[in-house]
């Protein structure tokens, strides 16, 4: 019979033979249990430990997904808002020629647009509709729209695609290339693939601002490389979507890579309002 302590106090436990920690057996059936456990968390807990650490130090340093990024650019510039509103005045530039000014009246929704020319009155009219991956043009003497490309231009600098509502996310794949300031503002750096062949360009690279969310610069490549033309994007202008106050752009300079010319498109009278759908109706255009 042995005696143990229990909460101070000695109790009698005539009915099992209790071990004494002192016992050679004791301290080897202890030593055995010590060496079992730390066996099984180096086999089974600590690689699992190791693996849990590694994902979430790879987490830490992925950053943020590239395409929500450009998803989230995109409503400063037209996209991926439900209905929005807005005018155009186009100033192009070559070398020490100004050229003639155009004034276009834009209308979008998600997936579609048609700007309208406002000015010069001899243009006016004039609607370039993109519905999609598709685009039309109609003007007067047209008997119907004809399809046009993106990548047409529109006057100076500024091509068809350029006019129209961005939807970038849409269009292209995004992946973070890495942070860089521009004009002092950090930015994530995305490299922009098309996903297909009626996209505006082949190859974007678009500086996004960390604190903002919008473009604050672009620079748009062939598909084979070579720069065509760089953007600079401000952005005075401000809508209301879904209760937030969302930054929208007053102004798009765009430079030729190869030439001395330029265009300069101010965003004015933006309104976030409904569209009909008869305004993307081709049959309505004809």
Not at 118 to 143: C, D, Y
Not at 236 to 257: L, W, Y
Request: glycine letters at 6%.
């Amino acid at each position: 019979m042995y005696v143990i302590r229990r909460l101070g106090k000695a109790q009698r436990m005539p009915w099992r033979r209790v071990w004494p920690l002192r016992h050679p057996a004791c301290r080897e059936l202890v030593q055995r249990a010590q060496h079992f456990t730390l066996s099984c968390w180096a086999r089974y807990a600590l690689p699992n430990l190791l693996v849990l650490l590694s994902l979430i130090a790879s987490l830490a340093h992925a950053g943020p997904d590239a395409q929500q990024l450009l998803a989230n650019a995109d409503r400063a510039r037209g996209g991926g808002l439900p209905g929005i509103v807005w005018t155009i005045h186009l100033t192009p530039r070559e070398g020490d020629r100004k050229l003639e000014d155009q004034r276009l009246e834009v209308r979008a929704t998600d997936d579609a647009s048609v700007a309208e020319t406002l000015e010069p009155a001899r243009f006016r009219g004039a609607k370039i509709l993109q519905v999609g991956r598709n685009m039309w043009l109609t003007k007067t003497g047209l008997s119907k729209p004809i399809p046009v490309s993106p990548r047409q231009r529109m006057t100076g600098q500024a091509s068809n695609g350029d006019i129209a509502a961005t939807n970038y996310a849409t269009d292209y794949s995004a992946t973070l290339a890495g942070e860089e300031a521009i004009d002092g503002e950090p930015c994530y750096v995305l490299e922009l693939t098309a996903k297909h062949k009626r996209t505006t360009y082949d190859r974007v690279r678009y500086w996004v601002s960390k604190s903002r969310g919008v473009a604050a610069k672009a620079e748009f490549f062939s598909l084979s490389g070579k720069l065509l033309k760089t953007a600079m994007f401000e952005y005075g202008n401000e809508i209301r979507h879904d209760g937030k106050r969302i930054p929208f752009v007053s102004r798009m300079t765009i430079r030729d890579a190869l030439i001395d010319a330029e265009t300069e498109m101010r965003y004015e009278t933006v309104k976030v309002r409904k569209v009909p759908a008869s305004e993307f109706d081709l049959g309505q255009m004809q």
